[in-house]
């Protein structure tokens, strides 16, 4: 069974920079997609960043230029490096892992607080 596990999420200042990480395991197969999303509340998950197996990133228009997607596909793990981060960023970000074998599904971690102060 897939696990996904998230770290770094906190509590920063507006303007300051935090970095998100997310390891999958409990499979031999790795994703050929990774992303983050995001949940404030009130508000519907939305797509933050997203990075596939050979490379290629998309990013909200929200995001664009202050946060960038990675990811080390010997670990099967993303990163999410969040800077100049504003108080509209606050929410609960969630990793998500898409896999194509042995069968398509779509893995989410548990979520992890970020709180921007202004």
């Known amino acids: 069974q897939v696990q996904l596990v998230e770290s770094g999420g906190g509590l920063v200042q507006a303007g300051g920079s935090l970095r998100l990480s997310c390891e999958a395991s409990g499979s031999i197969f790795s994703p050929v997609v990774m992303g983050w999303s995001r949940q404030a509340p009130g508000k519907q998950r939305e797509l933050v960043a997203s990075?596939?197996?050979?490379?290629?990133?998309n990013y909200a228009d929200s995001v664009t230029g202050r946060f960038t997607i990675s990811r080390d596909n010997a670990k099967n793990t993303v990163y999410l490096q969040m800077n100049s981060l504003k108080p509209e960023d606050t929410a609960v970000y969630y990793c998500n892992a898409d896999y194509m074998f042995p069968r398509s599904n779509k893995y989410w971690g548990q979520g992890t607080q970020v709180t921007v102060s202004s």
């Open positions: 990075i596939a197996l050979g490379g290629n990133t």
